[in-house]
């Protein structure tokens, strides 16, 4: 059964730094790519940043030059450090594997920024 649990969340003051984790079980996921989208209270699930196979990072405007993704394939784990946060950041942030047309889909962690 494939799983993806996030830890890392928390509060945070304005202009400090998270790190947020994502453990896999189940798949190896070095041939995937790899997602960390965040959904506010009333807003619609976002897109934050995406990792390739091969290491390729995109991220959405929004957090471009604060926020890195990262991949260890040997420990099968996904990351995003998040630095300069903003209180525009406080989500609950999901990370998803693209295993299928679907994904698959961690429980969330909330990150909450205090200003």
């Known amino acids: 059964q494939v799983q993806l649990v996030e830890s890392g969340g928390g509060v945070v003051q304005a202009g400090g730094s998270l790190g947020l984790s994502c453990a896999a079980s189940?798949?190896?996921?070095?041939?995937?790519?790899m997602d960390w989208y965040r959904q506010a209270p009333g807003k619609q699930r976002e897109l934050v940043a995406t990792?390739?196979?091969?290491?390729?990072?995109n991220y959405a405007d929004s957090v471009k030059g604060r926020f890195t993704i990262s991949r260890d394939n040997a420990k099968n784990a996904v990351y995003l450090q998040m630095n300069s946060l903003k209180p525009e950041d406080t989500a609950v942030y999901y990370c998803?594997?693209?295993?299928?047309?679907?994904?698959?889909w961690g429980q969330g962690t909330q990150v909450t920024v205090s200003s």
């Open positions: 998803r594997g693209r295993f299928s047309l679907r994904g698959s």
């Open positions: 990792i390739s196979s091969g290491g390729s990072t």
């Open positions: 189940g798949i190896r996921i070095s041939f995937y790519y």
